[in-house]
Structures are given as C-alpha cells and as structure tokens.
C-alpha cells in the first residue's frame, strides 16, 4: 500500500483544511486509518482514527471538537476536515494502515506516506 496525504496549505487562524489521504496499490477499506502529526522539534502525534468501515472515530484531545475523521472505502479514501485551526496545528500531518494494537500509538500503524504540510499563521 502507498499512502499519499495531501490538501494542506496555509491557512489563518480560524480557517480550515480538509486533508485527504488516498491509498494507491492496494485497497485500504478493510483496515482502520489514522492521521497523526509531528511539528517541528516535536514528536509524532495522534490525531485522529476511523475503524475500518467508519463506525468507530476517535480524536486528540487537543483537536476534538475541531476536526472530523471520515472515509470512502470506494475511493480508498480518508478525509480528515480541520476547522477552527490554530497556530499550535501547524505540522506535517502523516496518514497511516493500523495494523494492531492502540489506535493512538504509532507504533500501532504502518505505511506512512509522505505527510501535507499545514501551516497556521496568528
């Protein structure tokens, strides 16, 4: 499977981005997904997961509220719609296949395509 994110940008406090992560090779509908970030000097986080078809969402505390997690199954598609944004969501955002373990580890997920690069100006 490879993984592409896509759809940041630069974007004014309050705006809002609707990231896509589209799988390529290989089909992602029977695997749950998940978006995570990495600012600079910081580590990789959790963001947000979908369970495979849809049924089950979980959200960083520090984005819940704010962000939707949702996905296509026919497109091999995940969405991830970021409203409200602010300067602390700028980061490279990484979608990722879980394979097992905690949605909210990493180390849970593998095929991290090349992340999108948000950028949250004050």
């Known amino acids: 499977v490879q993984l592409q994110a896509s759809g940041g940008g630069l974007v004014q406090a309050g705006g809002s981005l609707r990231l896509s992560c589209t799988a390529s090779?290989?089909?992602?509908?029977?695997?749950?997904m998940g978006w995570f970030r990495q600012a600079p000097g910081k580590e990789r986080e959790f963001v947000a997961s979908?369970?495979?078809?849809?049924?089950?969402?979980n959200y960083a505390d520090s984005v819940k509220g704010r962000v939707t997690i949702s996905r296509d199954n026919a497109k091999s598609t995940v969405y991830l719609q970021m409203n409200s944004l602010k300067p602390e969501d700028t980061a490279v955002y990484y979608c990722?296949?879980?394979?097992?373990?905690?949605?909210?580890?990493?180390?849970?997920?593998?095929?991290w395509g090349r992340g999108t690069q948000v950028t949250v100006s004050s």
């Open positions: 990722a296949q879980r394979i097992s373990g905690s949605v909210y580890s990493e180390r849970s997920y593998r095929y």
């Open positions: 090779r290989r089909t992602i509908s029977n695997n749950d």
């Open positions: 979908i369970s495979w078809r849809g049924e089950y969402v």
